[in-house]
C-alpha cells in the first residue's frame, strides 16, 4: 500500500481533499491530506499535514499568514510544501502526490510539486490547465477539470466524477511505478535524430533476453534516465544520446535539471557511451524568435515548427569534450566511449542538410562539419585520465545510425554483461 500526499486549500476547498482521500482509501492506499491555505486555517477534518508543519520547513522565520501579502503567503507556502514533500520522498514516506485548485491553487501546488524528482509521481487537478503548463518539464500530469471546485457538505456529480478519476489515475501511477523490477532491464537514450542507431540496438539487445527501455534526452527524458539508473533499476546502459551535455554546457533548451552521466557511473554499472546529436542545440521553434541575439552569426536548421536547431561550433566542441572526460574520469566501473567518425546525428553526415542563417537564408554551408567533430574527440582524449583502467575510448569509421556501429555497441555492452 502506498501512502499520496493529497494537497489543497482546505480553507475553501475541504470536501475535495477528504473525498480524494476516501476514494484513494477505498483503491487500497493511504491519502495524506495537506492544508496549504493562505489564510490561518480552521478545518472541520483534521489534515495530515498542517500549515505549521509546512510552514517550520523555511528555516529561522516566524511566519503568521493573516499579516502576509497574498502573494507572500503563496510563495512561502509553496518553499513549505515543496520541502516538506521532498524530505517525505527522500524518506519513502510517500510513494505519489496529487493537488488540486483554480488559479491561486494550481500554481502554489504545482511549483511545491517541482521539489520532487522527475520519475516521482504526480498531479495536479487544475480547473486553469493554461497556468501550469509551464511546469510539464518536470513531469508533471495536468489533470484539466471543466468543473470548479467550491467546497459544500455535499459535492456535485461532475466534481466527484472528476475527482475519482484523477484518484485513479495517481493510484495507478503509484502502482505501476513501484513495480518496475528485474535483472535484464537496459536503459538507452535517444532523439529523433539517433533512432535508427537506438531500434537497431533495441533489437539486438531484445534478442539477447533483454528488456530496453529508452529516453527522450530533452531535458526531462535526461532527469528520468539518471532519477531510474539511481533506483538500482537497469542492469546496464547505453547512452547514445548525449544531446543535454552539449545544450547544458552552450545554453540550449534541453538541459536537465540533474547532472547528467553521472547515475551509471555512482551504481558502477557498465555503461556505453556516444556522442549522439551533440551537434545539436535545440531552441523553440519555428525560426530564431527564440534563439539569443549572441548567437545571431551561427548556423541553424528548422527541424520542425516547434525546434530550431543550432550547430555546434568547434570552440563549443572543445569545452564538450572537457565536460565529458571529467565526467567519465570519475568511473570505477567499465566505461567505453565509442566515437563514430562519419557524424553523430542524421543531419550530421556526408551530403547531409544545409544550414540557414539566423534570418532563414540559406548558408551554402552542410551541417556536417568533421573538424568540429574531430575537435571533440581530440579534446576528450587530452582530458581523460590515462590511468583510469575502467576507461576506453574506441573510434569507428562508421556514421552513428550505421547498422554496423550498432552492432558495435550491443557488443561491447553484452561483453560488459
Excluded at 475541504?14 to 484513494?24: C, G, M, P, V, Y
Excluded at 501550469?132 to 459535492?155: A, M, Q, T
Excluded at 566511449?337 to 554551408?365: A, C, H, L, M, Q
Amino acid at each position: 500500500m502506498g501512502k499520496i500526499a493529497i494537497i489543497g486549500t482546505l480553507d475553501t476547498k475541504e470536501s475535495e481533499a477528504f473525498f480524494l482521500k476516501d476514494r484513494i482509501s477505498k483503491l487500497g492506499h493511504e491519502g495524506l491530506v495537506f492544508d496549504v491555505s493562505l489564510k490561518k486555517s480552521t478545518p472541520k477534518n483534521n489534515p495530515d499535514i498542517s500549515q505549521d508543519q509546512l510552514l517550520k520547513k523555511i528555516q529561522n522565520q516566524q511566519i503568521d499568514l493573516d499579516q502576509e501579502s497574498r502573494e507572500r503567503a503563496s510563495n512561502l507556502m509553496e518553499i513549505g510544501l515543496g520541502k516538506k514533500l521532498r524530505d517525505m520522498q527522500e524518506n519513502e514516506k510517500i510513494q505519489g502526490a496529487i493537488g488540486y485548485g483554480g488559479s491561486v491553487g494550481s500554481g502554489l501546488i504545482t511549483g511545491g510539486l517541482t521539489y520532487l524528482p522527475t520519475s516521482f509521481p504526480k498531479f495536479i487537478i487544475t480547473t486553469v490547465p493554461n497556468i501550469v503548463r509551464e511546469y510539464v518539464d518536470k513531469n508533471i500530469g495536468i489533470l484539466p477539470s471543466p468543473v470548479d471546485f467550491i467546497n459544500g457538505e455535499n459535492l456535485n456529480l461532475l466534481e466527484k466524477k472528476v475527482l475519482s478519476a484523477s484518484a485513479s489515475t495517481i493510484v495507478g501511477s503509484v502502482e505501476e511505478f513501484s513495480e518496475i523490477k528485474g535483472d535484464n532491464i537496459i536503459f538507452i537514450t535517444q532523439m529523433g535524430t539517433s533512432t535508427k542507431c537506438v531500434l537497431q540496438c533495441r533489437d539486438i539487445l531484445e534478442k539477447n533476453g533483454y528488456d530496453v527501455c529508452t529516453f527522450h534526452a530533452a531535458g526531462p527524458g535526461g532527469e528520468c534516465f539518471e532519477e531510474l539508473i539511481k533506483k538500482d533499476i537497469p542492469v546496464g546502459v547505453m547512452d547514445i544520446t548525449t544531446a543535454e551535455l552539449s545544450n547544458t554546457y552552450v545554453g540550449g533548451k534541453s538541459t536537465p535539471h540533474v547532472e547528467r552521466m553521472l547515475g551509471a557511473i555512482k551504481r558502477e554499472i557498465p555503461a556505453i557511451i556516444c556522442p549522439g546529436n551533440l551537434d545539436t542545440i535545440v531552441f523553440d521553434g519555428p525560426g530564431t524568435d527564440n534563439v539569443p541575439s549572441k548567437f545571431s552569426d551561427r548556423e541553424f536548421h528548422y527541424h520542425n515548427p516547434s525546434v530550431t536547431l543550432m550547430r555546434m561550433n568547434r570552440e563549443e566542441s572543445v569545452g564538450v569534450g572537457k565536460m565529458m572526460a571529467e565526467k567519465m574520469n570519475k568511473a570505477t566501473s567499465p566505461m567505453i566511449f565509442v566515437f563514430p567518425k562519419k557524424g553523430w546525428s542524421e543531419y550530421d553526415k556526408v551530403g547531409g542538410i544545409e544550414t540557414v542563417d539566423y534570418r532563414g537564408n540559406k548558408t551554402g554551408k552542410k551541417w556536417h562539419k568533421p573538424d568540429s567533430d574531430k575537435a571533440f574527440l581530440d579534446s576528450l582524449r587530452e582530458n581523460i585520465d590515462k590511468k583510469n583502467k575502467n576507461i576506453e575510448i574506441i573510434v569507428l569509421d562508421n556514421h552513428l545510425n550505421d547498422n554496423k556501429f550498432s552492432k558495435k555497441l550491443c557488443q561491447y555492452l553484452l561483453d560488459l554483461l
